[in-house]
């Protein structure tokens, strides 16, 4: 008797971590952001998920804002201070969401490369997240709101 109730309970647990795991896996909602954070790093492309790439990813990001990817995103001290407390509270700590190159760009990470390819459409960045996640701008990347563009196909 105490054998069986044993077995039912530990598969009753594995059923529910099963769902929970699921649950986590399926949903990608990182949002909503706190308006501080969406006003200063989203006015020019979709404020990027912190939860996907590392803290050292962050603070690179951070440190380089005067001379951002072409342009000055620059900050003053506090605000800047503010968003890297944020980003690097929420930030990931596996090693695929480790940024791969000095300039930590988040779609050069492991994860993003495995999930994405390295083809864009044709013409497009892949910085530009609502060319698929229609929601990306809530930090919304779930399932229901990709539509990905006629033509492409994630390539390698
Ligand atoms: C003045 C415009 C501007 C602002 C403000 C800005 N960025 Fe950017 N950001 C860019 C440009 C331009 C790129 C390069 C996009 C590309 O290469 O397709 C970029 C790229 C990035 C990337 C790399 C995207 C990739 O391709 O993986 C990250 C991460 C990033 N920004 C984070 C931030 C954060 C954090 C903030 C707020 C502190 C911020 N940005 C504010 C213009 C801006
Ligand atoms: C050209 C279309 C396209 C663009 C642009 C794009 N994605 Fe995706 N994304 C996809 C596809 C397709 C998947 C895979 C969905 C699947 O396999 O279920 C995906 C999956 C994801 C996932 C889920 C990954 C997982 O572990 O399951 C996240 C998070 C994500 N993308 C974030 C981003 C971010 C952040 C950006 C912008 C920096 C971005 N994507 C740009 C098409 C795109």
Redesign the pocket.
Known sequence: MMKISTTIFTAMSLVLAGMASTAAAGDHSYGPYPAYYSE??G???VP?PPQR?TQAG?EI??KG?KQ??????S?DAPA?QK?LAY?VNNAGVKEKLAPTEAT?????THWFVKEHGTVPPKGK????CTQCHTQAAQGDYSERSLKTPAGWRRGS
């Open positions: 200063e790093c006015s020019c492309h990027y790439m962050w990001q951070i804002l951002h990817f072409g342009t000055d995103a900050i800047s968003i980003l930590a760009r988040i779609t050069r960045a892949f910085s530009d």
